[in-house]
């Protein structure tokens, strides 16, 4: 039996533990209550925007470059690409310890206590840098520096795997021109700071180089990378490619062509242009001198661009195309018109004269534009107005842009007819006194080959998306500047000009040629005339004409009459016909007498 006075003590230690017990549990409640509504607070609701802040500190964002578009030949080989490259970057302040860790994916475990010396060996061997070198590019206190640029996706990952704190990659792209000199000066280039520079990497830069993006993602206090943190991506968008018109191989064996010629007779430069008759399109513009776009520098500036349509000369006789196309279409004169010349012909107090010596001939009008009579053109030019001359001129684009893209492109130079003096007004003629490019005589004789019908030229084909999607250019309807009766007629003539005229040097054994040649004086850098432009104009199969080849050769050496554009037209015309499976002639030339 307890005592009753022991017992009654014990009753009360029991009674006063319990309520200890259970203020002892009521702090902890609330202090836990606290605690848990303090957590909610910072890492929920975050009223003071801590947790934000302290991830903030945690995330990097890196730019995404897009991959810009490829320039590709009319059948799909590359003039430009981009090839996948990273640059191998490091944020300084991440780097400050003397020792870090890694993750060993090969033992699938974290090494810790990774001297930073044996990093930077071991980087040094990734990246071909010494290790000193690459010691000042990591350690200090920049948030960005570079460590190694455009290096490949192999050497990155290698480079990564190092685990040096703070180094990471980012994604961007060589440009690479696998044709070389091929093309160069239509194509362009990009410089060392990925700007497009010249040619058609500057015209269509906004199709070719595509939208950048986004990466961010959390970096621990090690300054690796954390996994399965957050990660934002926002891709980017990759560039249109472009496929031109030209044709790689032909576009080759052109430049070779008129690089020969040029050598040969010491000129000081030269070109040939290829057009598509029916469709406007350039096979190829070739230049004697282009640049190798993967080394710009090694060219000259004024040898970087494409003479074909920068370049405008005084195109002579080539012109006196439009001056017969012209007569004919307003029904001054018939192929067969009759004509008594003698060898200077006077009109308005000018005197002319023809670039052979003769006496009283007997032409047609056929025989005058195969002879290249400047009497007879301007005997029949003259029954045109000034505005007539001019706006026959206009009508065949002399004087106009060519909208080729080309940043570099001119439109020539034709004056106004109030502005033409005395002889001017006379020598619009037969090409002198205005100025154009060889893409603009190319366009001209394009209209005639196209039975009246000029295209405006075309040098790019389509745009393709990234994902291969194909959007083609919508072919030019075209404008006709004469009937196409008038049109046959001067195809008859030009072949005329090939058989019985000026334009022998260009014939060809298999198919039939319409051809005409230019000379003129060339003006000097300091006034008068310093030399001469030779051009040969030509189209074939003249049955129905497929290719316009144009030859220009600016300030040859020597004498004239040796001097024979016609050698490079017959190369090239030959090829394209050819390496095209255009058929071979069938029947004779046709053409018209020269003389009665």
Same mark, same amino acid.
């Given at each position: 039996?307890?005592?009753?006075?022991?017992?009654?003590?014990?009753?009360?230690?029991?009674?006063?533990?319990?309520?200890?017990?259970?203020?002892?549990?009521?702090?902890?409640?609330?202090?836990?209550?606290?605690?848990?509504?303090?957590?909610?607070?910072?890492?929920?609701?975050?009223?003071?925007?801590?947790?934000?802040?302290?991830?903030?500190?945690?995330?990097?964002?890196?730019?995404?470059?897009?991959?810009?578009?490829?320039?590709?030949?009319?059948?799909?080989?590359?003039?430009?690409?981009?090839?996948?490259?990273?640059?191998?970057?490091?944020?300084?302040?991440?780097?400050?310890?003397?020792?870090?860790?890694?993750? $060993?994916?090969?033992?699938?475990?974290?090494?810790?206590?990774?001297?930073?010396?044996?990093?930077?060996?071991?980087?040094?061997?990734?990246?071909?840098?010494?290790?000193?070198?690459?010691?000042?590019?990591?350690?200090?206190?920049?948030?960005? $520096?570079?460590?190694?640029?455009?290096? #490949?996706?192999?050497?990155?990952?290698?480079?990564?795997?190092?685990?040096?704190?703070?180094?990471?990659?980012?994604? #961007?792209?060589?440009?690479?021109?696998?044709?070389?000199?091929?093309?160069?000066?239509?194509?362009?280039?990009?410089?060392?700071?990925?700007?497009?520079?010249?040619?058609?990497?500057?015209?269509?830069?906004?199709?070719?180089?595509?939208?950048?993006?986004?990466?961010?993602?959390?970096?621990?206090?090690?300054?690796?990378?954390?996994?399965?943190? #957050?990660?934002?991506?926002?891709?980017?968008?990759?560039?249109?490619?472009?496929?031109?018109?030209?044709?790689?191989?032909?576009?080759?064996?052109?430049?070779?062509?008129?690089?020969?010629?040029?050598?040969?007779?010491?000129?000081?430069?030269?070109?040939?242009?290829?057009?598509?008759?029916?469709?406007?399109?350039?096979?190829?513009?070739?230049?004697?001198?282009?640049?190798?776009? $993967?080394?710009?520098?090694?060219?000259?500036?004024?040898?970087?661009?494409?003479?074909?349509?920068?370049?405008?000369?005084?195109?002579?006789?080539?012109?006196?195309?439009?001056?017969?196309?012209?007569?004919?279409?307003?029904?001054?004169?018939?192929?067969?018109?009759?004509?008594?010349?003698?060898?200077?012909?006077?009109?308005?107090?000018?005197?002319?004269?023809?670039?052979?010596?003769?006496?009283?001939?007997?032409?047609?009008?056929?025989?005058?534009?195969?002879?290249?009579?400047?009497?007879?053109?301007?005997?029949?030019?003259?029954?045109? #107005?000034?505005?007539?001359?001019?706006?026959?001129?206009?009508?065949?684009?002399?004087?106009?842009?060519?909208?080729?893209?080309?940043?570099?492109?001119?439109?020539?130079?034709?004056?106004?007819?109030?502005?033409?003096?005395?002889?001017?007004?006379?020598?619009?003629?037969?090409?002198?006194?205005?100025?154009?490019?060889?893409?603009?005589?190319?366009?001209?004789?394009?209209?005639?080959?196209?039975?009246?019908?000029?295209?405006?030229?075309?040098?790019?084909?389509?745009?393709?998306?990234?994902?291969?999607?194909?959007?083609?250019?919508?072919?030019?309807?075209?404008?006709?500047?004469?009937?196409?009766?008038?049109?046959?007629?001067?195809?008859?003539?030009?072949?005329?000009?090939?058989?019985?005229?000026?334009?022998?040097?260009?014939?060809?054994?298999?198919?039939?040629?319409?051809?005409?040649?230019?000379?003129?004086?060339?003006?000097?850098?300091?006034?008068?005339?310093?030399?001469?432009?030779?051009?040969?104009?030509?189209?074939?199969?003249?049955?129905?004409?497929?290719?316009?080849?144009?030859?220009?050769?600016?300030?040859?050496?020597?004498?004239?009459?040796?001097?024979?554009?016609?050698?490079?037209?017959?190369?090239?015309?030959?090829?394209?016909?050819?390496? $095209?499976?255009?058929?071979?002639?069938?029947?004779?030339?046709?053409?018209?007498?020269?003389?009665?």
């Amino acid at each position: 039996m307890a005592h009753p006075i022991t017992g009654g003590q014990d009753a009360m230690r029991v009674a006063l533990g319990s309520k200890r017990l259970r203020l002892g549990l009521a702090f902890v409640l609330v202090l836990l209550l606290v605690l848990g509504v303090r957590l909610f607070q910072l890492q929920a609701l975050d009223l003071n925007g801590m947790a934000q802040a302290g991830l903030s500190k945690r995330l990097t964002t890196t730019a995404v470059q897009p991959v810009r578009g490829s320039i590709l030949d009319t059948n799909g080989k590359h003039f430009a690409r981009s090839v996948e490259r990273f640059d191998i970057v490091v944020d300084q302040t991440l780097s400050t310890g003397t020792t870090f860790s890694r993750y $060993n994916a090969e033992l699938d475990e974290r090494e810790v206590g990774i001297p930073l010396e044996q990093g930077l060996r071991e980087l040094s061997e990734v990246l071909g840098i010494d290790a000193a070198t690459l010691e000042d590019a990591i350690v200090g206190d920049k948030i960005f $520096n570079y460590v190694a640029q455009s290096v #490949t996706p192999e050497v990155k990952n290698k480079a990564l795997a190092v685990g040096i704190p703070g180094v990471y990659a980012d994604q #961007t792209s060589v440009r690479t021109y696998p044709a070389g000199q091929v093309a160069g000066s239509i194509v362009g280039y990009v410089g060392p700071d990925g700007e497009a520079r010249e040619g058609l990497e500057l015209a269509l830069s906004d199709q070719l180089e595509g939208d950048p993006g986004s990466r961010t993602f959390e970096i621990g206090g090690d300054g690796i990378r954390i996994p399965y943190a #957050t990660n934002e991506d926002v891709p980017a968008v990759d560039g249109q490619s472009v496929k031109l018109t030209i044709d790689q191989d032909l576009q080759w064996f052109a430049q070779q062509t008129i690089a020969s010629q040029v050598e040969e007779y010491d000129a000081e430069w030269g070109n040939i242009v290829v057009v598509e008759a029916k469709t406007g399109a350039i096979r190829a513009m070739a230049e004697s001198t282009t640049p190798d776009p $993967n080394f710009p520098g090694a060219t000259s500036p004024e040898d970087r661009q494409p003479r074909s349509v920068s370049a405008a000369f005084e195109p002579g006789s080539t012109t006196k195309l439009i001056t017969m196309a012209a007569a004919l279409e307003e029904g001054i004169i018939e192929p067969t018109s009759e004509f008594e010349l003698d060898n200077t012909y006077t009109v308005g107090g000018q005197t002319f004269k023809d670039a052979f010596q003769h006496g009283t001939e007997h032409r047609t009008a056929a025989g005058i534009f195969a002879k290249s009579m400047n009497t007879g053109t301007v005997m029949i030019g003259e029954q045109f #107005t000034k505005q007539e001359r001019y706006d026959w001129l206009k009508k065949f684009g002399i004087g106009e842009k060519l909208n080729t893209g080309l940043s570099q492109e001119s439109s020539g130079i034709l004056a106004p007819p109030e502005d033409w003096d005395d002889r001017q007004q006379y020598t619009v003629l037969f090409g002198q006194g205005l100025a154009q490019t060889a893409l603009h005589t190319a366009m001209v004789y394009q209209a005639i080959a196209n039975d009246g019908v000029k295209l405006e030229p075309r040098l790019v084909d389509a745009y393709i998306d990234p994902d291969g999607t194909e959007h083609k250019v919508p072919a030019d309807e075209g404008t006709e500047v004469v009937s196409e009766e008038t049109a046959l007629q001067m195809q008859k003539m030009l072949e005329t000009v090939t058989v019985d005229g000026s334009g022998k040097t260009g014939e060809l054994e298999q198919y039939r040629v319409g051809s005409k040649t230019g000379t003129a004086e060339a003006p000097g850098a300091n006034g008068g005339y310093d030399g001469y432009t030779l051009s040969y104009a030509g189209m074939a199969p003249i049955e129905d004409p497929e290719y316009v080849v144009v030859v220009t050769l600016q300030r040859p050496q020597g004498d004239l009459y040796y001097l024979v554009p016609g050698y490079s037209f017959q190369k090239v015309m030959k090829q394209v016909l050819n390496s $095209n499976s255009i058929a071979p002639s069938t029947r004779k030339p046709d053409t018209y007498p020269v003389e009665y």
